[in-house]
């Protein structure tokens, strides 16, 4: 049966398609056929047309031609004129001419004459004199008729047709009229008038094309003429009707098979749709039943719709209603249930069409699903309702939403975490929403524009992506992003590689959290614990771990290089071309090799730092400190290492560089902190750096030894007058320089013990005092101090004043010289009556010391030398740095009726503010400003306000370092009171002084 219907289907439509086919094939034949019989009769016609055209212009040019040898003159003078004339008027009035020759009787060509345009002519002017066979025709002089000849021009590329006949056979004398004719031209000329571009044709005479326009088509509609006579020729005219573009014919059997085919289409599609819908119904009254479904067909009935049909499945879903609902219409059944709203939803669907569908919570105890999912079409005229048990399925989506929620909840709620997921590729697909909280993007801008946000990635990217590829845990690692206010993140990721069951690396997951924090923390510490908080630079504890790892590396690289000699010269051995006897010459000469640079340690102590921290307190001393540390800064590079190991002390190690290359640096620094001056408060200070110097190099012990060695050159430096440096070297002669320093050492505790030492003294000279008066005038001296050696000779205070001040002894020093010069004097009377003054110095220890103070005041009070003649004289930066103590040593002691002098004015603050507080009698000018004073005019502007501002407040000056008579004039035009200096008198010892004038006084 099923066999006979499938036959049916496609032989129906088969016989159609092939009756129809037919009936197409046979209109598109005929139209075809009688389209061919119109192309043949137009092109016939036209064919026709053209041949009478030609016939007419040849036969109008032959009589034109024959007039003109009827009218050919007898009896005229000159034929050539007379026939030229005639052939420009025949030219002008008859088109198509190329040429028209006169030949004389002899047959010589007598004259050409040529239309002046449109016609190509090939016989020209040129010929004249030539026999007629120049002209391609040989003509009779006996001949009636014309003769004619078909030439080819190659200069042209034109065919020509040439006539001609003797001008009268009966009377040769005349010659001969020859007419040539441009053929291609005429008829391009005609035929384009007469034939359309819709015609193809083709003339042609004596086997050669004359003119041919399209290609013919093999149809059996050319049409070929009868040969016709043109200008004595035969020419041959075929044509063709050109084909439409459309051929219709071919147009309709196309269009009626393409109908056919579709009428036959559709039948086919009919058929089988019926068979199909028959089977299709069976097909689902099976699957219906076999469904887990309940499918249930409705019909409308008045308002409410009427159950039609439902499957076996419907009656197991509503088991225990099902008797019940049976026979109720639909809104009953949705009341049953508890259903109600869900009516007015099957009432859309049937009159709109458009399907609904729900999830619906079932609240009846009626029936067992307590989820159902509800499916509303609308089938034909009637609704169609599938119905589905989800109960599980809603159950466990409740389980899974509750622990996915409870799962957001603890994730979102972490501080400063978030978790992701990553692709293979390492390409975030999931992250959660505290990285909006962190970095202020979304979840989702942050997962497609990751690597744009990223600053920095850690170095050891490569290898972690290389563990997680393993199936391994990497370590956490850090990379930092830029937020997006654009402020620098640091997050810490922890990643964990998720495999498939044969593991492989399908995903990697993690945690992640903030630590910009605890980074910042730790590199604050990091900086707190290894920086000095006021300037900013390494600290001591730095400055060492720095120190011992240059140390190592020091040692390192001359290991390095010794094994690199060691080689060198074991390979010369074995090619004997050194003995080992002469290694050193030839290592030095034949095996250059790269130097290693040492680096160069500098231990650096600010002088008068302790004036300013004294004067003006701490807060004045963290500046200078803080500006002194940025001119070091601007004498160091990247390389180098700059650090401050204390109060006022610093240290700089300059890495691989060469000694000179350090002095030379060094020198610049010095300049620069010469040239530096520091104010605070309305105060100007001076200051200056004492450098002691040292090289790093294989020789070098510890850390501990370096600083050491490196701290006792910068006590040279200081003691040799500071704002300098000193350089240590390992040698004997720095031994040398140990061992004198200890010898004087021991020569100042034994001079303290045995009064080792010997006074000097140097005067004090007025100078504005006539000469004459001076013998007259009371003597003024300050006294000097030398140390006596033990092996003979004296020892200059310019190197045991600074050890007496680094060992303490500086105030026995100066107790000892006090006591001592009032012994001196003492012993002699007559000498006291001839002095004025004697000078005393007083170290800054002991302006502080308060025992100091009380044996002074004790001893003064004792001697019988009056208090009047003594002067203590007090440098201007001990006097400031200890202004109370000063005040208090300054009081004491003028109650006793001794005068003070402030030495070294101008080489530390020059406060005119502290000389107006200080009660003291003299203000020596300090001899950096007095030795150049004729050449300076700083210098000299510099004396002459400080011996103004001292005048004023009542006090004298003394101008120190007077070197020659010049600076002693030029002092006196300052009228500045006294002069100390070798140019007015060389220091001497005390005793000679005392006893010198007490002779002279004698005598």
Same mark, same amino acid.
């Given at each position: ?371 159902? *999912? &509800?499916?509303?079409?609308? !089938?034909? @005229?009637?609704?169609?309702?599938? =119905?589905? %048990?989800?109960?599980? $399925?809603?159950? #466990? ?86 937020? *997006? &206010?654009?402020?620098?993140? !640091?997050? @810490?990721?922890?990643?964990?590689? =998720?495999? %498939?069951?044969?593991? $492989?690396?399908? #995903? ?496």
């Amino acid at each position: 049966m099923l066999s006979k219907i499938n036959h049916r289907i496609y032989a129906l439509p088969a016989v159609l398609f092939l009756l129809l086919s037919l009936i197409f094939i046979s209109a598109g034949a005929f139209i075809q056929n009688d389209e061919r019989a119109a192309r043949i009769s137009k092109a016939q016609s036209v064919a026709e047309q053209v041949k009478i055209s030609l016939e007419v212009f040849s036969n109008e040019r032959i009589k034109a031609v024959h007039n003109l040898m009827q009218n050919w003159p007898t009896f005229e003078p000159n034929q050539v004129d007379w026939f030229n004339a005639q052939a420009l008027s025949l030219m002008g009035m008859q088109q198509g001419f190329s040429s028209l020759v006169f030949v004389d009787a002899t047959g010589k060509i007598a004259w050409v004459t040529t239309p002046n345009t449109g016609i190509k002519t090939r016989i020209d002017n040129t010929l004249i004199g030539k026999p007629m066979e120049a002209l391609g025709l040989n003509v009779s002089s006996l001949s009636e008729n014309l003769e004619s000849t078909l030439l080819y021009s190659q200069e042209a590329e034109h065919h020509f047709i040439v006539v001609g006949r003797a001008i009268s056979p009966q009377e040769p004398d005349h010659g001969y009229l020859i007419a040539g004719f441009d053929v291609q031209t005429i008829l391009g000329v005609m035929l384009g008038e007469l034939v359309g571009p819709q015609f193809n044709f083709q003339i042609y005479s004596d086997d050669a094309t004359l003119f041919k326009s399209g290609e013919f088509a093999d149809d059996g509609t050319i049409v070929s003429l009868a040969p016709f006579t043109f200008l004595e020729r035969d020419f041959y005219l075929s044509m063709q009707s050109q084909l439409s573009p459309y051929n219709a014919g071919l147009l309709i059997i196309l269009t009626g098979l393409l109908m056919s085919a579709l009428v036959s289409y559709v039948l086919h599609k009919q058929l089988k749709g019926a068979v199909s819908l028959s089977l299709s119904q069976q097909r689902y009254l099976t699957a219906s039943e076999a469904s887990l479904d309940a499918l249930l067909i409705y019909q409308p009935k008045e308002s409410d719709f009427s159950l039609v049909e439902a499957n076996s499945y419907t009656r197991y879903l509503f088991r225990g209603a099902c008797e019940a609902l049976r026979s109720t219409t639909l809104a009953e059944q949705m009341r049953y249930l508890g259903l109600s709203h869900e009516f007015i939803n099957a009432q859309n669907v049937y009159k709109g069409g458009i399907p609904y569908e729900a999830h619906i919570a079932i609240e009846s105890t009626e029936i067992s699903p307590e989820w159902i *999912k &509800v499916q509303v079409v609308k !089938a034909g @005229e009637n609704i169609a309702l599938t =119905i589905r %048990d989800v109960t599980e $399925r809603f159950r #466990a989506q409740n389980d899974l939403k509750r622990s996915e929620e409870k799962y957001r909840r603890l994730v979102d709620g972490m501080h400063r975490h978030f978790v992701y997921t990553k692709t293979v590729e390492h390409n975030f697909i999931y992250v959660s929403a505290g990285i909006e909280k962190i970095l202020g993007f979304s979840a989702d801008d942050f997962c497609v524009n990751e690597s744009r946000y990223v600053r920095q990635v850690p170095d050891e990217t490569f290898q972690i992506r290389q563990t997680i590829a393993r199936g391994e845990k990497p370590e956490p690692y850090v990379v930092h992003y830029q937020g *997006k &206010v654009g402020e620098p993140l !640091a997050l @810490e990721f922890s990643d964990t590689p =998720i495999l %498939d069951e044969e593991g $492989r690396l399908v #995903a990697v997951e993690g945690i992640a959290r903030d630590v910009t924090k605890e980074l910042a923390l730790q590199e604050e510490v990091y900086f707190q614990a290894n920086h000095d908080q006021l300037t900013g630079l390494f600290n001591r504890y730095a400055f060492d771990e720095k120190l011992r790892e240059i140390l190592n590396d020091t040692h390192r690289s001359n290991k390095q290089n010794a094994s690199g000699k060691n080689v060198e010269l074991a390979e010369l051995e074995e090619n004997n071309i050194v003995s080992r006897a002469g290694y050193n010459e030839v290592t030095f000469l034949n095996m250059p090799h790269a130097q290693h640079k040492q680096s160069v340690m500098c231990f650096i102590d600010m002088d008068r730092f302790k004036l300013v921290n004294d004067s003006c307190g701490h807060p004045a001393g963290d500046k200078l400190l803080k500006e002194i540390s940025t001119i070091f800064r601007q004498y160091v590079n990247g390389q180098d290492l700059l650090a401050r190991i204390g109060g006022d002390e610093f240290c700089i190690i300059f890495r691989n560089q060469s000694l000179e290359e350090v002095t030379k640096r060094l020198d610049k620094l010095l300049l620069a902190i010469s040239n530096y001056r520091f104010v605070y408060d309305d105060k100007l200070f001076f200051v200056g750096a004492s450098i002691g110097v040292i090289e790093i190099n294989e020789s070098t012990q510890s850390a501990e030894a370096l600083i050491k060695a490196a701290d006792n050159a910068c006590y040279k430096a200081k003691h040799l007058g500071r704002n300098r440096y000193f350089v240590f070297h390992d040698n004997d002669s720095q031994m040398a320089i140990d061992d004198s320093e200890n010898q004087v050492l021991h020569a100042l505790h034994h001079a303290l013990q045995n009064d080792g030492f010997e006074l000097y003294s140097q005067a004090i000279m007025p100078l504005n005092v006539p000469n004459e008066d001076k013998a007259g005038h009371l003597q003024h001296y300050e006294i000097l101090l030398r140390l006596n050696a033990r092996e003979g000779g004296l020892i200059s205070p310019g190197l045991f004043i600074p050890l007496a001040e680094r060992h303490g002894l500086m105030n026995k020093v100066d107790l000892w010289v006090v006591d001592n010069t009032l012994k001196t004097l003492e012993s002699n009377p007559a000498h006291i009556d001839n002095v004025g003054k004697v000078a005393i110095n007083l170290s800054g220890i002991t302006l502080g010391d308060e025992m100091a103070l009380h044996k002074i005041t004790q001893r003064m009070q004792s001697t019988s030398v009056p208090a009047e003649k003594i002067c203590f004289e007090i440098t201007e930066t001990t006097a400031v740095t200890n202004l109370s103590a000063a005040k208090h040593f300054i009081s004491t002691l003028r109650d006793l009726g001794c005068s003070f002098a402030l030495d070294d004015f101008g080489a530390g603050m020059s406060s005119f503010t502290y000389l107006k507080h200080l009660d003291v009698d003299y203000v020596k000018i300090d001899g950096s400003f007095v030795r150049n004073i004729v050449h300076d005019p700083i210098d000299h502007a510099t004396v002459t306000a400080i011996n103004n501002i001292a005048h004023s407040m009542g006090k004298q000056t003394v101008a120190e370092f007077v070197v020659d008579n010049a600076t002693a004039e030029v002092l006196r035009e300052l009228k500045v009171d006294y002069g100390q200096g070798f140019a007015l008198d060389k220091p001497k010892p005390l005793a000679h002084r005392v006893q010198w004038r007490v002779k002279l006084a004698s005598a």
